[in-house]
């Protein structure tokens, strides 16, 4: 355990003094806000919210900007968008190391492999929660901003939504970021690692379910792949009616999407470890 916590500290130092890892979580954190709020307060303002903004109606368009909506708009865009920059930061994490020779060094100096690997994904994981904590609160403040200004309720979710918002988004996140470190350390590298991914993420996904709506036989497995896991869960928390943000979903329900993502971040988990532990990194 000793080991572990040691690593996980040299680690997260690693990933704190690294401009890749501040350049993805600060795309993350932008991005949120410009698709969340920038835009859709635009469309508000200006009176042009049927176009701008998936037909929502000016009024309802609002209130997806006050306080109370944060927990379900702040995870509209993680199931592709966030969730693609994610798998790349995890990507990047594990595969550089294969360039720079720093796994080499690393599992060769002393604690075991499985505490150097577990550390890496301790480093995510925490990379995660502190993520999803810290665009919760930009969000919250944002969203007090607008409310403020059109003389809105001010009033926040509920401990229950708030929980329910910030675990979702963890476990949205987390499952991307874990397959972007599993598909690292599979291609060795982080070029290639973040391409696979990518291509996976925006693009294979979606044609697969475009393949199933018509070839129904493969449903069985469109209906549980990563992308559709976590879309299903960021559309379990949508409260409004019409057309969805890019990679929300309603195929599966919440504790169904749980239940499949929570089986994801074991299997990437694990096959990271096994895969880093059996190689031989001379």
Known sequence: MTDLLASTRAELLRLRRWPAY???????????????YLFNYLAYSTGS??????GL????????????AVPEVFTQGMAMFGGALMLVLGALAVGSGYGWG???????????????????????????????LVAFVVDTGVATLIASTQGQSLA????????????????????WTLAG?????????????VGLGLVWVLVVENLLRGVAAIFSPIRAITDHLPGTAAGSLAGSLRTVTGPATPGVLNILSRGESLLVLALYVIAFV?????????????
Request: charged share 10%.
């Open 156 to 175: 926040l979710p509920s401990v229950g939504r708030v929980a329910l918002g910030i675990g979702s988004g963890t476990a949205i996140l987390g499952m």
């Open 49 to 54: 919210s049927t176009r701008m903004s998936n």
């Open 270 to 282: 694990t096959g990271t470890i096994w895969l880093i532990r059996r190689r031989d990194m001379i």
């Open 22 to 36: 501040w350049i993805v979580l600060g795309t993350w954190i932008l991005l949120n806000l410009t698709f969340a």
């Open 57 to 68: 109606p000016r009024e309802q368009l609002l209130q997806q900007m006050l306080p109370s």
């Open 102 to 132: 720093s796994w080499k060094t690393a599992l060769t100096q002393g604690p075991s492999r499985v505490h150097v690997i577990g550390a890496v994904v301790l480093g995510l994981a925490l990379t995660v929660v502190a993520l999803v």
């Open 181 to 193: 470190a599993l598909i690292g350390a599979i291609a060795r590298g982080p070029a290639l690692a």
